[in-house]
């Protein structure tokens, strides 16, 4: 008998639309939250537990899903250099640690998001990579 497994589309777009927590301007910023280190572990709880964490709960389910999911397929599958290319670095209201990559730092963001949900993927098959631009965000 075969199973009919969900299968969730990734796409850079959606890693990009979750970066967009990092920007100036995606929403109100707090204003202690442009003080932050985010070397500083408890910074990092702050960041994501007063900001991103807020912010995402507000997203529909259907948004929710995409986001969460093409984060965690990125951290599996896409390099460091597709991580960068989805940030400008000028518009950042914290400054991403100069001794951590940005791929590193959302695997400690996904860590306090998500506390014990592994982001590792072990059935690829559930995954499906969409080309970027190709669907409405």
């Known amino acids: 008998m075969n199973k009919k497994y969900k299968q ?33 572990n408890a910074d990092l709880t702050i960041f994501v537990k007063e900001y991103i964490l807020p912010n995402f709960i507000e997203e529909t389910t259907y948004r929710k899903v ?17 991580f960068e290319n989805l940030i400008s670095s000028s518009d950042v209201i914290v400054s991403i640690p100069k001794n951590t990559t940005l791929k590193h730092l959302c695997l400690k963001i996904w ?26 965000i």
């Open 8 to 40: 969730y589309k990734v796409s850079l777009d959606w890693l990009e639309e979750f970066l967009l927590y990092f920007d100036n301007g995606y929403t109100t910023v707090p204003s202690h939250i442009y003080n932050l280190n985010l070397t500083n």
């Open 66 to 82: 995409h986001l969460k999911e093409s984060l965690r397929y990125g951290l599996n599958f896409w390099s460091e250099e597709q």
């Open 111 to 136: 860590k306090v998001m998500f506390e014990n949900e592994d982001y590792h993927i072990t059935n690829t098959f559930i995954y499906k990579e969409i080309p970027r631009k190709i669907y409405q």
